[in-house]
């Protein structure tokens, strides 16, 4: 199908791209990587007047460590991070999904400010971003706000962004030492969403577990965070039965529905299994 009849804006600065989105408000979208949003609009689920291309907005695009903080540009393609030395040294939950995102085409162009804004709870990096802890930064033309991802996420496809709003960066706490972590994602075939994927991250301190994180995808409205999982495991030694502890609470905390990929009873099965899993995944690489 064809999307309905729409204008076409490239903004050339941030300033540009701000002052566009002020100008046309609900009746406006931002143009990313376009692989989320122009499938929308043929299937005219959205019909937006007024399209923002931000492609060629500098400055939007970097992966640097600066302020004890990672920071990662919106417009940051799925393929810039599957490929950054940085994020492949210091933020294996990142580095291991990453390649896992749909397949090298949609990566080449797909960017982690997209996969966030878009808000689809089957999207794989949102749920990496919350175990990490991460915020978001907001910017528009009056000034700007940092939220965090949980509060950010509302509902499927719904954001706390204001219409005169676009997302600049992502903001991750830097890297601790003796830190691991990494991402498990079933899929039916290579390629495809998440039936079931689990974020892990955690740092240990003088024996114990000094912060754990844990995002679900594809088993509840928006990506989920397992606080309840995370809160039990802070401060506890790192064995196999506190992760069996996580896993049965982070399974409690998913609301999957049965679908074409699998029941919800196999489903929260899954993050039962694959918490465990990545818990003692990222125990090993955080001893190492
Ligand atoms: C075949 C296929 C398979 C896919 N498989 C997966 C998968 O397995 N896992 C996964 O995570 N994703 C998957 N995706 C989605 C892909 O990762 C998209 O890149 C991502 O969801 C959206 O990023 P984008 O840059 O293309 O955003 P766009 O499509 O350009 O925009 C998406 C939405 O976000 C808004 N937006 C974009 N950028 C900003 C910004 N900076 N500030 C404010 N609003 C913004 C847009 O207005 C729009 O509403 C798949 C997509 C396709 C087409």
């Known amino acids: 199908m064809l999307p309905s009849r729409f204008e076409y804006h490239r903004a050339e600065t941030l300033d540009e791209a701000l002052s566009l989105l002020a100008t046309y408000g609900e009746d406006a979208k931002v143009l990313a990587g376009g692989q989320s949003l122009i499938p929308m609009m043929k299937l005219r689920f959205a019909y937006p007047g007024h399209l923002v291309d931000v492609n060629r907005v500098p400055g939007l695009d970097g992966i640097e460590e600066r302020d004890g903080a990672l920071r990662i540009g919106a417009l940051v393609r799925h393929h810039a991070l599957e490929t950054s030395e940085l994020i492949r040294s210091r ?34 990096l949102a749920s990496v971003m919350l175990a990490l802890g991460a915020t978001v930064v907001l910017r528009s033309s009056g000034g700007s706000r940092e939220l965090p991802l949980r509060e950010f996420l509302v509902d499927t496809f719904t954001t706390q962004i204001r219409p005169d709003e676009m997302l600049t960066e992502i903001v991750v706490p830097a890297a601790e030492p003796s830190s691991g972590g990494t991402y498990l994602k079933q899929e039916r075939k290579v390629g495809d969403w998440a039936t079931v994927g689990v974020a892990v991250a955690l740092t240990l301190r003088d024996g114990r577990i000094a912060r754990a994180g844990i995002g679900l995808t594809s088993v509840g409205l928006t990506n989920l965070e397992a606080t309840e999982a995370e809160e039990a495991l802070a401060g506890a030694e790192p064995t196999d039965e506190a992760f069996a502890e996580a896993a049965r609470l982070a399974a409690a905390a998913a609301h999957p529905v049965s679908d074409v990929r699998g029941s919800a009873e196999y489903k929260r099965h899954v993050v039962d299994v694959y918490v465990r899993r990545g818990l003692a995944r990222a125990r090993e690489m955080a001893a190492a």
Not at 91 to 101: D, N
């Open 91 to 124: 933020y294996p939950t990142i580095a291991a999904a990453a390649p896992q995102i749909a397949d090298p085409l949609v990566r080449n162009l797909g960017t982690i400010g997209g996969s966030i804004a878009h808000a689809d709870p089957a999207g794989d």
